[in-house]
């Protein structure tokens, strides 16, 4: 079940601290996909990737960025953490109609 | 946009009966709907799902169905099991791209 890994799988990080989180896919997915998932809540897409085209969501926080080097790896890059960010980032690929979701980290901030 | 609303927000029924989840979406070109089963802090994961070509779908102990001209779409588990407890998310997009999902349903199964 090892095919999306995310790391880490839990991240702390200080109110204002830039912070990196990466997931990479064994499956050789065209399509990436990141979810931002709050506690009790459904999970909300923030970008995602089709092959090396970037697709926003309207409503995506400036402070979210994203970077796909090649098709493995995809980063979701915070620029300027707040204590809103706090949540699940899943991240998940796609081939067809199919999405495939990664552990998830799990972002705290101080 | 897509907008799909999932009901009922909370599930509690007995081991060995039925649940039922139904979701409506807005959006008539959607055509292609999943569910996922969510466990406490695990990953969303793919139970079953349905293309817009097809009415129903079973995979064992659940099944969906899709009423297209209602824009409305259902889970069903029959005999339920302590271990079906879990969150459950219906979903709708078109072509699988840009997944829109329902709030999700908290499943409880008492033993």
């Known amino acids: 079940d090892a095919m999306v890994i995310q790391n880490p799988r839990y991240q702390v990080t200080q109110f204002g601290k830039p912070v990196t989180l990466s997931c990479s896919q064994t499956?050789?997915?065209?399509?990436m996909y990141w979810y931002q998932q709050k506690s009790s809540q459904a999970p909300k897409l923030l970008f995602h990737?089709?092959?090396?085209?970037?697709?926003n969501e309207a409503d995506t926080p400036d402070n979210f960025q994203s970077r796909r080097p090649n098709t493995s790896f995809c980063f979701l890059d915070i620029r300027s953490p707040g204590l809103g960010d706090a949540a699940m980032y899943l991240c998940?690929?796609?081939?067809?109609?199919?999405?495939?979701f990664g552990p998830g980290t799990r972002l705290l901030v101080l | 946009g897509e907008n799909v609303e999932q009901h009922p927000s909370t599930l509690s029924v007995q081991e060995g009966d039925s649940a039922v989840i139904k979701c409506t979406y807005s959006?008539?070109?959607?055509?292609?709907f999943p569910w996922y089963k969510q466990e406490l802090g695990k990953r969303p994961q793919l139970i079953i799902d349905?293309?817009?070509?097809?009415g129903e779908k079973k995979d064992q102990r659940i099944a969906v169905t899709l009423n297209k001209t209602a824009k409305h779409f259902s889970l069903h588990i029959t005999e339920t099991q302590p271990e079906d407890s879990a969150v459950y998310f219906c979903?709708?997009?078109?072509?699988?791209?840009?997944?829109?999902f329902g709030a999700g349903t908290i499943l409880r199964v008492k033993s």
């Open positions: 998940a690929t796609g081939a067809g109609e199919t999405q495939y």
């Open positions: 499956l050789n997915h065209n399509v």
């Open positions: 990737y089709y092959d090396k085209d970037f697709n």
């Open positions: 959006d008539s070109a959607s055509n292609y």
């Open positions: 349905i293309r817009s070509n097809v």
């Open positions: 979903a709708a997009s078109i072509n699988g791209n840009k997944l829109v």
